[in-house]
Each structure stands twice: as C-alpha cells, then as structure tokens.
C-alpha cells in the first residue's frame, strides 16, 4: 500500500481570469433581465446567440483539428457559470457540449454527412444533447430541442443523430427553458446511427459527464447570483427597525447559501478538470457536480426568494425569475435520483477497494 | 379521544346532495388550478350559497347563516376542495370582529351581508416597506369632522380588485408610537381614491397593491376607538394563525391556513402516484413498483400525514415547508417530466409538482414568514422575545 | 361518491387524565436520573420493576378474560409515554405487547402451555416481541431480550414462543437497551409453534402495529423531556451577555423541537384510537408513527444536546443520556426504512382510489 | 488549477516506509476507534518523531525540523490517519504566535521543544460559564512583582493530564471590558496549584476541566503585551477555525477541522459500505445490490466529496452537520444491527456507525458552535453582527 496524494488547486490561471472577466462583462451588459424576460417564454434571444457567435464562444472549447480554438471542458464550466449568472437564453452549453460529442466522432473517423458542419460549427445550426436515454416513454425531452434542428441521442447502444428542418415545439415548463420532445419516430425525424458498439458507449458516456458538468456550472452561476440579490436585499430591507440581516434566521440562511454556492462552484471545478486531464479517475464525480449543483440550487434559491419575504414570490422580483430557472435547467437530465444512481458506481469501486484494504493490510 | 367516522344524518346527506347540485350547475373544477388561495369563490356559487345561508351555515338564520353546525361548515369545506373552489376565508375572520368593536352602524348595515356572505372582504395590513412588521404601517388616517382622509398604499390585498370593503390599518398618529396609534377602518372598495394594481406572483397567483388617494369615508366605517387598532386586528391575525385551535371536533387541527396547505399536498401526492401509475421503468413494470418512487411517496405520505397532526399554529409552517420540500423531492422523482407545466404534452399529472414547486415558496410567507411564526412559538414556550 | 368525516379528538378522558398524573408522579419519583444512570449498561433496573408490577401497571392494557384490567392501547401508549420521559429502565412495553398478542392467541383458542402464564402476567417472568423478521441474520436482535426468558417472534408463516432459563446476554449499544440476540437454533432455546397460516400473519401484523405504536409513545416522551430539558438551559444559559434563548438560532431550535413532540404525540395517540378501534382502517398509521417519532426523535434530541454547546455532549449532562437511549429504543424494530416500506401499501391502496376516483368523476 | 497525482520522488517513498516502520513498531490501531480528536499522539511515537523533526517537518532542521515540506507534511497526516493515530493539533497553531508574541525567555527555552515536538501544549479558552464567549473569561491573572499568580477554571481543556503547557487565556482588568483586559499566558501544567479532572464526552473521549489554583508563574510565560491578549489569541482561533487556507496546493482546502472530520467520515462511510457488503436481502443477493441501501450509501458518498469541497472556515460546520446527518441515515439503513458497539456479536463494522452517532454531535461544537462559525460567515459577507 502506498499513499496517495493529489493535488487541490482551483485557482484559475491568468488566461482562465481573462475569460471569466470577458465573459462577466459581456453577459452582464448583453444578458440583462430585461432581455431574459423578453426571451420567455421560449427561453432563446437570437440577438444574444448572434453575439455569442460574433464573440467567438461557440467554438472556445472545441479542438481545432475539427475547426474550433483547442480549449477544453474546463473553459466551457466557465463560460457556463457566467451564462447562469445572468439567466442568458441561449443554448451554448447544450450546443458546445454536442459539438463536442460530434469532434470526437469524427476524430475517430466517423462521418456525420447528415449535418452541416461549417453551419454548426459557427452556430447558425443549433444542436443538442438528449442527455438521458428515457426511450420507454417513446420521446426523449430534450435541453434546447425547442431551438436545435439536430439532436444528438443514445438508443439501442448506438450514438444517433436526429435532424428536423424545424426545431421541435417546446413544451412548456416553469423556467421557460428551450425544452422539447424529439423521438426518432416522428416523421419530421431524420434519423442516423453515428456509431455503435463499446467505443459508442465510451464516447457517450464522456458527453453525458461533459453535460452534466457544463448544466451544473450554469446552476452554480444562478445560485452564485442568487446569493448576492439576496444579501443585497437582506442588508436593504428593514423589519421591526433594523435591516433583516441581523436577524440569525437570515443571515444564517444567507451564510448556508454561501456555502451551497462555494461548494457547487469547487466541486464542478474540480470535477470539469479530471474529466479533461483523467478520465478514468473517480467517472462519479460528474454526477456527484450535478447532484450536488441541483440540489443546492434547489434550495438556495428557495431560501433566496425566502429571504425576500413576501417581494420574492412576485414575478416582478429578479429573484423569482432565478428561482423558476432552476428546475427546468437541472431535471431535464433527469434529477437527481438518476444521478445518485450513477455515483452509487462508486459504491461497488470502494467496496472492491476496501476488502483488497482488508487482505492486504494484515500484510502490513 | 375520538377518531371515528361521522355518521352523516339523512338532512346531512341531503346538504351534501345539494351543495353538489348547486356546484355542479354553477361550477366547472380545474383540475390544472390546484392552489386556489388567491381566487375568490365564483360569485354565481357564493351568491346561490348566501341565498341558502350556507355561507356560514353555524350562524343562526336570522343572523344570516341556516342554524347548522360545524359539521355541516366542515362538509362545505371538504366539498369546495373536492371541486377545486376557494374556500371563503376573510370575512369569517371579520365577523367576531365587527361583533365585538364595529360601529352600531357598521353591525346594522354591513355586518348582516358580510354574515350571509353577499358581502365580501379583504385585508388591507401589510405595506410595502412592511412586511411582517404591522405594527410599522404608515398608510395615514386623518380625521376631519364626522370623515376620515386616508391617503397611503397597502401590498399583498388579496381579492382587493373584487372585493366590497377592505379591513384597513392606518396610522392616526406619530408612525414612532408602534402600535399605539394605530387605527382599524372597514372601507368601501368603490370609494373614490381606492384603486387596486395587480400584482402576479409565482403559480400565477394574483394579489394587488391597492392605493389610497384622498379616500374619504364617514366615522361609521371606524372598527373599534381610535389609536386602538392593534387590539381590533389581532384577534383576527390570531385566526388567521391559527392560534386557539381546539383539539378535538370534526375540523382539521392544523389551522385554517395549514389545512388548506395540506390540501394542497395531498394534490401533489395524488398527482405524484398519478405519475408513478402511468409510467413503466426500462424493464416494463409499472413505476409504483421502483424501491426508490416508492420511497419517495411514503416519505411523501408520511410528512402529509405529520401536517395533519400540527396543531395550530403549528400548521401553517410544518405544512408550507413540508409542500416545498416535496414539491422539489417529487419533481425530482418524476424527472425529466416533472418540469412540465399541467396539460403539456407527457405532463399527466406531473403538471401539478410543476405546478405546487411554484406555489411553494409563497406558503412559507403568506399570514406572516415562517420565521415570525417559530417567533411566536418561542414566545408561547415561555422564551423571550428574540433581539 | 360521497363525503366522509372523521373527528379529531384528541383528548384525554378523566379516567385517562388521572391514569397519566398517577404514572407521571410514579416514574418521576421512582425513576429518576440517578436509577436510570445506576441501570446502565443493562438498562433494566429490578427495583423499579417491582413497582411497575406492585402498582399493577402490568395488566392495565390487558383483557379482563384472561385476567388483565382490559384497558386497551391507548392506555398502553399513555404508560409509554410517561416511561419516555424518564427513559425508565423498564422493558413495560415490550412485555404487555406480547402479553396482549399472546392474549389474543389465547383468545382463539390457542393454548400456551410452553409459559407460566400467571408468572409473566405478574411480571415475575418478562416476555418480549422480536418484532422483525430478519431471520436472513440467523438470529433476531430481540428489544428486551436480555431480560426476558420468553419471546415470541414470526418465522415462516407461524407465531413462534422461544423460552430460555435465563435470558439471553446483551448486546452492547450506546443507549444501554436489553437488546440482545435471540435464535431458535440456539441450543438453551426451547422453541414452540403457537400458530400458523393467515390468521397468524393478522395477529402477529396486529402485534407488530401495536408494538411499534408503544415505542413511538416511549420515543414522544423521551423527546418532550428533551425539549423541556433543553428549554430550561436555553432560558438558564447566558453568553454574550444574555440568554442565549433570545437568539434566533436557539430559539428557533427549541420551536422545532416543539413542532416535533406534538406531532410525534398526536400521530401516535391517533394511530393507537384506531388500531384498537378500527384496526382495518390506515393500517400504515402505525408505521407511520413510528417512523416520525424515530426521525423526530433523533433530530430533536439532537438539537437538545447541541442548545447545550459543550455542555450537551458530556456523559454529567441528562440530555446526552436521552441523547443516546433515542437510536437504541428506535432502530432495534428495524428503522425507518422498514417503516417506509410498510407506508408505501398506503401508495398502492391510493392508486386504486385514485383510478375510482377518475372512473367516477365523469358521472358526477 | 490542478487536482493531478504528486508523483512522489524517491526521498519521499523512502520517508513514507521510514514512517511507516516507525509506526509498525510504537502502534497498533485500533479500529474500533475512528473519532480520535480526543486523544494524544501516543508518546513513543512522537518522540521517534521528533528525534527525526517530523512533528514539523517543514520547519528547517536549525528549527526543529526537517527542512522537508508541504507534500510530507499532508503525508504524515495521510499516515496518521491510515493508523488511527491521532494528529499533532494545538502545538502547530501556536508556533507563529510564540514567534510573533513570546517574550525572549520562551523563544529561547520552549518555541524549541514545541517546534521539534518534544514539548506538548493544550488551550485553556473557554470556562464553564463562557463557552463560545470568550471575551468573558473570568480567570484572573494578578501581578505580583516579576510573577502573575493565577486563578480560576477552564473548560475543554483537551490533553490537558498530558500537556507540558497551557496556553491560557486570563483576564487582567475589569470583566466588563470584555477583549480589552486579557492576557495570553503559556503556562507550565506542572506548576502547582494546576489540576485536571477529566470530563467524559459522547464516544467515550476524554477532555478536562483544568483548576487553577494561586498558581504563581515568571513574567516569562506572559505571551504578548498585557491586556493585548485578544489580539494574541486571535491568530490561532482563526486558524483552528480554518480561516484563511489557500485553495491551492495538495492540504485538503476544507481546513484542519473540517478535514479531520472528512476523514472520520470517510470511516463512517467505508464502514456502511462494508456493512452491506457482508449482508444479504432475504432473497439472498447482497445488501450492496439493494437499491435504498445503494441511494443512503450514495448520499452520504455525495456529501463526503461536498466536504472535501468546502473551503477554509466552511469545513467544519458543513462536515459536522454531514457527519451526524448520515450516522443517523446509516444508522437507520444497517438497523437494527445499527445500534450495535464496535466488536459486539453481529455489529462488524456497523459498530462504528454507533460510535459515530456519538462522537458526531462534538463535532457540532469542538472549536466554536455551528451557529458562530455561521455568525462569522455572516460577518465575512458583510452582513452586520447579528444581535
């Protein structure tokens, strides 16, 4: 037995700053709660996505053997904790994230003649990921399908491409999110097989992570803004004389939202970086970033509308607004109860590992 | 000690028949509309009702009730849940009230409609910079000869774009004095100067500001002695609370506020199975049989079942906090499809967690925060006022 | 379809006022913290046993026919509540459970020839329920096995009585109950069929509803003596210069723990009126009970403790006694997991309501 | 950002099997023993330790060190947990605040030994009447000449029947004036009138009430200036509280308490896993493959990384909360077995699931109540001091 150290840095490098500064800056002056309000109810604002094309976002996390700038995943947590801090309605995360899925096929030869690569690539074509493979209720719910003409799905243990020459129609839901039901079946559908067999299901499995990760740092970027409407709103507003921040039943809920944001932020990090640098290395820890981001956005936000009283459940309140995003943005991979199931993997890896701790350490 | 079932008399079982008659031709339930307490009760139903004296049926008839009896209120009650229509619940608060502190002219004019329910109200308390803290209020009252001017802006009226009086709390004095001199007025919706703005909440709920510009009404319409308003409103905050709750009867002990909520959670649980029933896993058995939905419900059910057993007070927060936790454990249970509006495509019933998650967070607020009510616990259990 | 009320009396009765204020005194004298301390580790004190069998509380809950008082559950269920508050090193419940349900076999014309009945009906001989099944263990973890000479316990289909000279030896745990290990195969047991077939499965699932009924009356009174012990510290306590019972952060602990006791009350006093009034009516009312009574009595207690900062978790302090009785007193019928799992026969019994209910509304 | 495996080099492998031996032959573990904060590094151990400069082995060998660095010092704490041997604590904290406040006498003649780990320290901060509030401290310290005689009581001293020194917070003016008339002490437990009576805690752990009874000292062991002792004690407050870790490098970023607290939960949960692996359902398939036990199993999992995840000060609130929360889900998932002691017939590892529900709540108040760790998050976010 030998011990095992690993390194916890989660500090950002200067050009990683430099991202996260630009990004800041331009989703806060261009992603304004006006726009995301006038976006809804389908959750898009082609104004925005043309920016995001124009600023060159789409292809920041995309290698550059297949046309992109050879940033990795780790770039995207970023970009998508900045996209939800702002509520920004458009589908990048979803976008980037396939088009990840799609460079590594190609990388491994295959071809996706059925998509216009250049248009996509640029994001003139949307695509989307249908995360979960939920196909005994016949449709799949897809993030972005209501804005995508192509999703990427898993079926039958192959990697699929549906193509419509229309999006699909979003079916509607409280976060007013771009969701819509695609299935292969519908005769609008054109369907491909990409790639079967146990590299399908490699290659799969790596986008599922990579999407967890990305739609775990845009909660963490709705609960990390959350966070700061609400200590503004609690050190403004006064009850009984005194601003509501003194009092221990809100400022304690403020000091746990505080710790719900920076452990949702370290734990996507960090789960975003072993993905890109080693991913065989602990493959739950996406789901546990996911997880974890859902439930603690869940119930920051909650607890952020809380803390308003009762301004905080009207909808001209920006903190309502936060607050319906977070269901529509985190169950559409399926909650957190398929999560769980995924990081219970670990469970039967630790337990080989103990009773190999067992054996060996009477050896010692 | 007694839990048994009510044998419901011939003349109850004929009050049951015609209350559903009179819903029925008057009333189509909303299956989509689960969290009913900002609608009013549609006015073709309370006026069929008054006309019957059903509105509050315990009031003897010549007070404008039908000489029935908690058993039969507690029938109305489970039957508007049943078909989805909201209950009536301001001006009952009001009645004991206006017996109590209302002018010899309000008990003469209104009081009467208000007992037969021709009449409706809301609650003009809380204020814009004021929340919780009524005893704040700065919506002033100033007296001229035999009238009053009020001029001022009061949040959260409920029903006040539809409502014929408002149960108003006005400063008649310095704002320093607290609840000292604070004055109760019961004025007339169609008074000119009243205006009610909606306000939209999450559920799609609707709640007003209402204005008061120069609002001129005589003295008649004063509750109880001026500067003494804080004792006319809190026997009805004490109500709405639910403070004083017997514990034994046919009515719920958790309080008017708690039950309501916990009628509501029974709908999301309802809708909760509704989803599991409907759904097959993978390997094509029925999702009620998934260790983990299973769960999921009986923990559901079992919270639902502790709601019932708050006594109270108690009811109001153990139930609204109880209705959100299981609104996100349960959208959780029925994800991807639990994000989904009601009557959307592969909603079913999901429609309704979709829905509850959003009516949620205002239970937790509504009456009062659930903070002002572990307050008021605390100082029932002898602990001091909090700092 | 047609409206159904029930009433919601919770209430005591004179004869039950004075059936608590005559066991409140009692325990209170008798078992005081110095007795309960002095009892440990076995948790049985015989000198209390003796008081609990002169004042007859042995027969309170027992039918007069075969030679008990014939009160019934609810007295049972007062009487645990009263021990709870003192965590009296008594094991009352788990013998007049058995004694009921052996009554009951009595009561169909089984005979019991395998126990002294006049012994165990006074108390000289102590008898205990194994109130799970978990046989795949090879034995059973009996409440009270380590002071009983007799148990009775389901195994394949049949009511078995296991009978030993003396009792089994304890099973060490943290809240010092008798707990011990009981099997049949054990050469010191004598093992003998009562009954089989369906009408055993509805005595014994009747035996087990009671028996989780009364430990959830024992669990209501050990978290209402917590609560009070708890709220006299917060109000006694000062730091910073007051009582910390002026902070939200204490006070609003102490309110829930308040919403817990009376909950916990109310749903077991309600689930003993109708076991023993209407015993087909919510059979999953006992489960229910118990299982918030367990949860509730675990977090309680434990926001007890902690009220007390340091204090609270030294062995000197009485609420970390009640502290570690609460998980020995709760888990030995098999915790809240079991419990679920009998509440979920509500889900499918409303399944089917809910089908009718569908069917109907359209004749409506 | 980095989170990649340190290659070890060569010197380190030989230091990890130097440790290692050295463990093997002064230690035996104890498994029944995973919540350790309560005892002492065994001496046999820490002396071969020290001999080595191991204690601190960052500090260059001049100091007492062993010029080594930040990787062998997460080694050692890595080992030490690997043998259930308890960390070296207090001592660490104070090094930087005898450098920056300790007279020259102690500089010279105990920094060294509490550098090189021969010499032993304890707190004595809080007392029976002022737990968390510590600026009320009562223990008096009276000048007399050249010498202080001291005398009063204190709490939670930890080690204190086994520490060649406590590190004494005493009060030098007027109560009243709360952090303004403390002085900070270093005091030789050997020094008559100097007691320790243990006091037993929740898992069996000891801890101390120290008396000090007219305990005359030298003017020497006075740490910093008179009645500046809040500004002396502050440093390693924070520390202990873990304020101020850098989210870099290859220390846990959950701070020391949090990641001790990490690591015994760590314990909990490979001891539920092994729990389950070592039981079957009643159809005979492993407990591992029930699908409750795998969502408890991986809850519980999820928390872990979360603590391993928060940073700095929020390791220990959140990881004592996780800790409790899931000695109490385990508990309940291995019931009845659950409930059982370590060793007991049938418990295997469940044991220290039942251990664990009792060391969990310390957890809760070792260093500071949760509700003061929230309090200084509060602060820190620029929230104003709650009342």
Chains 1, 3 share one sequence.
Request: hydrophobic share 45%.
């Amino acid at each position: 037995m030998t011990l095992v150290l690993r390194r916890n840095d989660y500090t950002l490098s200067d050009e990683q700053g430099q991202l996260v500064d630009m990004l800041r800056s331009l989703f806060t002056e261009q992603s304004t709660i006006d726009v995301v309000r006038a976006a809804e109810p389908l959750g898009f604002d082609q104004n925005l996505w043309s920016t995001v094309q124009d600023n060159g976002l789409l292809t920041i996390s995309i290698p550059e053997s297949v046309g992109g700038d050879g940033g990795g995943l780790v770039e995207l947590v970023l970009a998508g904790i900045e996209i939800g801090r702002t509520a920004a309605p458009v589908p990048l995360i979803d976008h980037v994230v396939t088009m990840r899925l799609l460079s590594a096929l190609k990388g491994t030869g295959v071809s996706i003649d059925a998509l216009d690569w250049k248009a996509a690539l640029a994001g003139d074509l949307i695509v989307s990921l249908a995360p979960i493979s939920t196909w005994e209720l016949g449709s799949q719910l897809v993030p972005s399908g209501a804005v995508a003409k192509a999703v990427v799905a898993f079926k039958d243990g192959a990697i699929i491409l549906m193509t419509r020459e229309t999006p699909a129609a979003q079916a509607q839901n409280e976060g007013c999110a771009p969701v819509a039901w695609w299935s292969p079946n519908d005769e609008d559908v054109l369907t491909t097989t990409l790639l079967e067999g146990h590299e399908a299901v490699d290659i799969w499995e790596l986008a599922h992570r990579e999407w967890r990760i990305a739609t775990a740092a845009s909660l963490v970027g709705l609960m990390a803004i959350s966070s700061e409407i609400a200590r503004g709103y609690a050190l403004d507003r006064k009850a009984f004389g005194v601003t509501i921040a003194k009092f221990q039943a809100i400022s304690h809920q403020l000091a746990d939202i505080h710790m719900d944001v920076v452990t949702a932020r370290n734990m996507t990090i960090k789960a975003a970086w072993l993905t890109e640098n080693e991913p065989d290395f602990r493959p739950e820890l996406a789901a546990m970033a996911m997880a974890h981001a859902t439930r603690a956005a869940l119930r920051s936000t909650a607890k952020a509308v809380h803390v308003h009283g009762g301004m905080g459940i009207t909808n001209e309140a920006d903190i309502s607004l936060f607050y319906r995003k977070v269901s529509s943005w985190s169950l559409v991979g399926g909650g957190i109860r398929r999560d769980l199931d995924d990081i219970s993997t670990a469970i039967d890896h630790r337990a080989q590992e103990l009773v190999v701790t067992a054996l060996t350490s009477s050896n010692r | 000690m007694d839990f048994s079932q009510v044998e419901l008399t011939s003349d109850q079982l004929v009050f049951e028949k015609e209350i559903r008659e009179l819903i029925s031709q008057n009333w189509t339930p909303n299956l989509a509309h689960i969290a009913v307490d900002h609608d009013r009760m549609p006015k073709s139903v309370r006026m069929e009702m008054s006309r019957r004296g059903w509105i509050h049926p315990e009031l003897a008839v010549e007070a404008g009730g039908a000489g029935l009896g908690e058993i039969e209120l507690e029938m109305i009650t489970n039957l508007f849940d049943e078909y989805y229509i909201p209950a009536n619940v301001s001006s009952s608060l009001l009645i004991p009230t206006l017996e109590k502190f209302g002018s010899q002219w309000l008990k003469d004019n209104v009081l009467p409609g208000i007992r037969s329910g021709e009449l409706t109200t809301c609650l003009g308390y809380s204020e814009p910079d004021n929340g919780s803290d009524m005893a704040a209020a700065t919506t002033r009252a100033v007296q001229d000869g035999d009238t009053w001017v009020i001029n001022g802006q009061k949040m959260w009226t409920t029903w006040g774009n539809e409502s014929d009086y408002v149960f108003l709390l006005t400063r008649t004095g310095a704002v320093e004095e607290k609840h000292r001199t604070l004055t109760m007025f019961l004025v007339p919706m169609n008074t000119p100067g009243v205006e009610a703005t909606p306000v939209w909440i999450l559920g799609g709920g609707r709640t007003n500001v209402t204005f008061y510009t120069d609002v001129v009404i005589s003295d008649n319409y004063r509750i109880g002695p001026v500067n003494d308003g804080w004792s006319v409103m809190s026997e009805p905050l004490a109500t709405e609370h639910g403070a004083g709750v017997v514990t034994e009867g046919v009515s719920p002990v958790n309080g008017s506020m708690g039950a309501g909520f916990s009628r509501v959670f029974q709908k999301l649980v309802d809708g909760a199975i509704q989803w599991a029933a409907s759904r097959t896993m993978p390997d094509g058995r029925s999702r009620l049989e998934d260790p983990l939905v299973r769960a999921a419900l009986a923990e559901a059910m079992l919270d639902l079942e502790m709601c019932w057993n708050a006594e109270g007070e108690l009811g109001k927060p153990m139930s609204a906090e109880a209705l959100a936790k299981h609104a996100d454990k349960l959208a959780d249970m029925a994800a991807p499809e639990g994000l989904l509006d009601f009557g959307v495509d592969g909603s079913i019933a999901a429609g309704i967690i979709a829905s509850e998650r959003q009516h949620a967070p205002g239970t937790a607020v509504y009456g009062g925060t659930t903070e002002i009510y572990r307050n008021n616990l605390a100082r029932r259990l002898g602990l001091p006022r909090p700092y």
